[in-house]
């Protein structure tokens, strides 16, 4: 339930303590193509620092719409996932490898990437299981090929889906607590929370019942 409990703070912040930030940040939908390009470059930065990807995918909503938002926090996520495995694959391989050598995570991402690769990164993409940025540089120390790699990240759009339609109705829900909105409205916002809940159970389990990922819960 970890995306119902973030999407639901986004939804707060944007309204209360991030309102300021997030109203300088309408430079980035304001400026065109230029905008989406800077945006997707500070994606890509954040990537490198491991921060979460969560609330960018989720002010991606906020900022562009639930397609705009989607489409550019897809690509984005996927940008971001490349850089750093590239730099692990390239770099720091033995150094991470050293790392991360007792973490019962990595080691079962090793194993499933050397029985199905593609469908191990697609698997842990999709599913709300593993921090994004863990996977980036976790995902080079394995064996997983470039193309596996670049195809399996196809699975990031579920997630990137699922922020993005959250951030596009923080402002609805804030008028919606306000009582500008009918029931029709909550209703609709009820199904889709009930349809959020559903597919985070479901991949989650799809997930753990095809790799064996231990303890490992959460995902940002």
Not at 52 to 75: D, N, R, Y
Request: proline share 3%.
């Amino acid at each position: 339930m970890a995306l119902i409990n973030k999407a639901t703070f986004g939804i707060i912040a944007t309204q209360t303590i991030l309102e300021p930030l997030i109203s300088v940040m309408t430079w980035f939908p304001e400026n065109g193509i230029i905008g989406v390009l800077a945006f997707l470059g500070l994606y890509v930065i954040l990537a490198l620092l491991v921060a979460p990807a969560s609330f960018h995918k989720f002010v991606s909503g906020v900022l562009f719409g639930f397609w705009g938002g989607w489409a550019i926090a897809f690509t984005g996520a996927c940008l971001g996932a490349i850089l750093p495995f590239f730099i692990t694959r390239k770099y720091l391989h033995g150094w991470m490898s050293n790392k991360l050598e007792h973490q019962p995570t990595i080691n079962a991402l090793k194993q499933a990437v050397g029985e199905d690769g593609l469908r191990c990164v697609a698997l842990t993409r999709m599913s709300l299981v593993i921090p994004y940025a863990v996977l980036n540089y976790g995902y080079g120390v394995t064996d997983v090929s470039w193309k596996d790699y670049l195809l399996g990240n196809i699975g990031m759009i579920v997630p990137g889906l699922l922020y993005a339609w959250w951030g596009s109705q923080a402002a609805g829900i804030g008028d919606a607590i306000e009582g500008s909105k009918d029931w029709t409205y909550w209703a609709a916002i009820i199904a889709s929370l009930a349809l959020t809940a559903w597919l985070i159970v479901h991949l989650r389990k799809i997930t753990l019942t095809h790799i064996d990922l231990g303890s490992t819960e959460t995902r940002v």
